[in-house]
């Protein structure tokens, strides 16, 4: 019951910590304003930090064997390996790469290749406080917190509550509805319930794929974030490519392709 708990706790701490005894300059501030993201920053990477200590010292196994189970340690994870968690990683990226194929494909084909745009995309994408936010810091502290932390604490849990707890991860992102009402407060509650909605419903369902990874690659939880990481950059799939209807065939062609190729990559050892 108290690994339950304290999972839970490690769950809820990452929102909290973003809320919990705010200044007013930062209450009315929108969440991507800068000073917002700096201080979320600081205090998520402080919550991960408290739990990094934490884990060892209550995890139901002893220090060393909770570290492994975390997995952040090339190497120190379940695989043994440092070999094993490299192929791990790069087998990841393979799975979800043949996922986004047609977006990548869209992607490509939309900006002709335009090497200014593509730097340009790079630079929004990685240097700028909301790219860095996006796809760097999240992947990093989500996945730590989300699966290193509350899949160590539920290492001797039965498989169902394992494949449960991403409904933590999925209530993890709620606010972010509360917050686009609050910042539009004309907007219709019913396109805000439907918003909150899909993303609860979308970030449980990739909860559980981000746990699978982890349990599959033996607690490597790199995997972990190189799939968070893939998913926040290419984002949903979109509908249809802006182009003539050949470039679509194309789309849809690598799209399904890529879907069947990722359901036998994910299925295979």
């Known amino acids: 019951m108290l690994p339950t708990l304290l999972a839970a706790l490690a769950g809820s701490s ?16 929108d969440r991507d304003d800068p000073r917002v993201i700096a201080h979320r920053i600081k205090r998520i990477s402080a919550v991960c930090l408290v739990w990094l200590v934490l884990v060892p010292l209550t995890a139901p196994m002893s220090a ?6 975390m997995g952040f340690i090339p190497g120190f994870t379940n695989n043994y390996s440092f070999t094993a968690d490299v192929m791990g990683l790069l087998k990841a990226i393979r799975t979800i790469g043949a996922l986004y194929l047609g977006t990548i494909f869209a992607y490509f084909y939309q900006s002709k290749l335009d090497v200014a745009a593509f730097i340009d995309d790079v630079y929004i994408n990685f240097f700028t406080f909301q790219g860095y936010r996006d796809h760097i810091f999240a992947p990093l502290t989500e ?17 169902v509550v394992v494949y449960a707890s991403p409904l933590l991860f999925g209530l993890a992102h709620l606010h972010h509805a509360w917050e686009v009402r609050r910042h539009h ?28 990874f ?11 974030v ?24 194309i789309y849809y062609v690598l799209s399904v392709w890529g879907f069947a ?5 994910l299925r295979s050892a």
């Open 185 to 212: 407060p004309k907007m219709p509650w019913t396109i805000v319930w439907a918003q909150a909605a899909f993303q609860l419903v979308y970030t449980t369902v990739f909860g559980m794929l981000s746990t699978y």
């Open 143 to 159: 996945e730590f917190v989300y699966r290193s932390v509350v899949l160590t604490y539920l290492a001797k849990s039965s498989p």
């Open 226 to 249: 190189a799939l968070h990481f893939l998913c926040n950059l290419l984002q949903f799939p979109p509908a249809s490519v802006d182009g003539p209807l050949y470039a679509n065939i």
């Open 261 to 265: 190729r990722f359901v036998v990559l």
């Open 64 to 69: 060393r064997s909770s570290v492994r189970s």
């Open 214 to 224: 982890f349990r599959k690659y033996h607690h490597n939880v790199w995997t972990c």
């Open 14 to 29: 990452y929102v909290g910590a973003i809320y919990w005894s705010r200044s007013p300059e930062i209450k009315r501030r």
